[in-house]
């Protein structure tokens, strides 16, 4: 069982910013594509951003291109979501996934291990 731990959740007001962290262990790292999903109050988990374990190929939700960036360190086995000017309708809980390639990798049935989920409240 893959361990995926997150950090960096909180709360923020409209336009501020936060950085989530997801380390995993080095097998789980080199072996999965990393990404994030989130699931708001009352909504199913959505897809949120990935970078491709295969060749680095990154991909985005629609509602936070151009405001989140994910990255990794693979010195540390970690992977980030930068996220900046932040809306209400970003709050939601955070899941760092580890997915293995195919066609449902943006997708919750695509995810093999899920982080415990971490809590971003935007006010407004």
């Known amino acids: 069982q893959a361990q995926l731990v997150e950090s960096g959740g909180g709360l923020v007001h409209t336009g501020d910013s936060l950085r989530l962290s997801c380390a995993a262990s080095?097998?789980?790292?080199?072996?999965?594509?990393m990404g994030w999903f989130r699931q708001a109050p009352g909504k199913d988990r959505e897809f949120v951003a990935i970078?491709?374990?295969?060749?680095?190929?990154?991909q985005y939700a629609d509602s936070v291109k151009g405001r989140f960036t994910i990255s990794r360190d693979s010195a540390k086995n970690t992977v980030f979501l930068q996220m900046d000017n932040l809306q209400p309708d970003d709050t939601a809980v955070y899941y760092c996934?580890?997915?293995?390639?195919?066609?449902?990798?943006?997708?919750?049935?695509?995810?093999?291990?899920w982080g415990q989920g971490t809590q971003v409240t935007v006010s407004s």
């Open positions: 970078i491709r374990r295969a060749d680095g190929r990154i």
């Open positions: 080095a097998r789980t790292f080199s072996a999965y594509s």
């Open positions: 996934s580890a997915s293995v390639d195919s066609a449902l990798l943006l997708s919750t049935r695509g995810v093999t291990y």
